[in-house]
């Protein structure tokens, strides 16, 4: 199982990665559908790791 501040440091990998490469959010300034998508991730496991006793799914 992984840790919160595992998840966390993931879900801000994923979305920061996929920010640098996708054409639509690189180039064009606008958030794509999966951006969004994976911000919301990011800040549920955000939210999660600030909870006391928080379980991540």
């Given at each position: 199982m992984t840790?919160?501040?595992?998840?966390?440091?993931?879900?801000?990998?994923?979305?920061?990665?996929?920010?640098?490469?996708?054409?639509?959010?690189?180039?064009?300034?606008?958030?794509?559908?999966?951006?969004?998508?994976?911000?919301?991730?990011?800040?549920?496991?955000?939210?999660a790791q600030?909870?006391?006793?928080?379980?991540?799914?």
């Open positions: 840790s919160p501040e595992d998840a966390l440091q993931q879900a801000r990998a994923t979305y920061e990665e996929h920010v640098r490469t996708c054409r639509q959010c690189h180039f064009d300034t606008v958030p794509c559908a999966v951006s969004k998508h994976l911000l919301r991730i990011y800040n549920n496991a955000r939210r600030a909870r006391p006793n928080s379980a991540v799914l």
